[in-house]
């Protein structure tokens, strides 16, 4: 059996980069205008400080001003909508970023509710959603986003294909979900409650997994020549690196499926690095509607 093709998220996060570069370049050079970005983290949960971190890097390098507003978990919910007001006025800030999970005492839905829409780079406000399951142009979660670019280029024409994507979370799977139906796929979800997940995968001609749970997509659940795009990140035991040590795995059985799917993305270095340049491209996408600036449709 022909393996698939693997698909270089690394590769194609870069292409995103380096188009968003030469956006804010324009921006700049005609228009004296830098794209900034503001992200706010509250506590200190490891990963979202990585997360952080990183966005922050990426942020500069594509040549935008990053503004970070740390806080520790002790933030009451009333400073963080006070921050995000005046986040909201500020011209120099073209896009809001929270990172979740905020804590317990903090009420995410009316953190993200007070972030202007129009600087909403997350895409999880309910104008945002709400313009994405209506046909409108919204800005759009950046990990759905980047999925729909990877199966753009490795699944040729969409239209009438069978979709199926694994998870209903408002940030990965129902904005994916909408993006395939936007394309004129055939859109099955499924969920924890879905009775028989390997009849739907068997289906599916573009399977995106986006559950949390590794190994959930063997190798007998996917149809010869699928487009799988694996969402998932788990860290799971690692005893053959070392006692106590760790490896970041996805929610398919990468080995098994390879050898079977059109064509798949690893984990690392598949959905990952894309979900951090479209969070860029929607900044510079941000920017440019705020100043009714029109870019060429692929920066
Ligand atoms: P979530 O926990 O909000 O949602 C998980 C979904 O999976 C739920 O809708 C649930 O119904 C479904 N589910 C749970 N068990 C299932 C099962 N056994 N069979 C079928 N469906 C099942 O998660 P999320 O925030 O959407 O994230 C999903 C995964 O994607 C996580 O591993 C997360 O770390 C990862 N993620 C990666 C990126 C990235 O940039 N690569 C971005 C966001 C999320």
């Known amino acids: 059996m022909a393996e698939a093709k693997i698909i270089d998220g690394k590769l194609m996060a870069q292409e995103v980069r380096e188009n968003v570069a030469t956006g804010v370049a324009f921006l700049q050079q005609h228009h004296g205008i830098t794209p900034g970005l503001a992200v706010v983290l509250v506590g200190d949960n490891p990963a979202s400080q990585i997360y952080i971190r990183n966005k922050g890097r990426a942020t500069t390098a594509a040549g935008m001003k990053s503004f970070e507003h740390r806080f520790d978990a002790g933030l009451s919910e009333k400073d963080l909508l006070k921050l995000i007001e005046t986040l909201n006025g500020d011209d120099n800030v073209n896009g809001i970023l929270v990172q979740l999970p905020l804590p317990d005492h903090i009420d995410d839905t009316k953190v993200i509710s007070a972030i202007a829409p129009e600087k909403d780079v997350d895409g999880f406000h309910v104008i945002n959603t709400g313009l994405l399951a209506t046909g409108g142009d919204g800005l759009v979660p950046g990990t759905p986003l980047g999925c729909l670019m990877m199966v753009k280029k490795y699944a040729g024409s969409l239209s009438g294909k069978n979709a199926l994507v694994i998870g209903r979370s408002n940030i990965v799977g129902k904005p994916m979900a ?46 010869p020549g ?3 795009i694996d969402v998932g990140q788990n860290i799971i035991p690692a005893p053959e690196k070392g006692e106590g040590k760790t490896r970041l795995v996805g929610d398919v059985d990468f080995d098994a499926v390879k050898n079977i799917a059109g064509a798949i993305t690893p984990v690392p270095g598949g959905v990952g690095p894309m979900t951090i340049a479209c969070l860029l491209k929607n900044t510079l996408t941000a920017t440019c509607r705020q100043q009714g600036i029109s870019l060429k449709e692929d920066t």
Request: proline share 2%; glycine share 6%; with cysteine.
């Open 226 to 228: 699928a487009v799988v």
């Open 178 to 223: 909408q993006l395939l139906l936007k394309e004129s796929c055939t859109v099955t979800i499924g969920h924890s409650k879905t009775r028989d997940l390997k009849a739907e995968c068997l289906r599916a001609d573009i399977l995106v997994v986006a559950v949390g749970v590794p190994n959930l997509v063997t190798g007998d659940m996917v149809k």
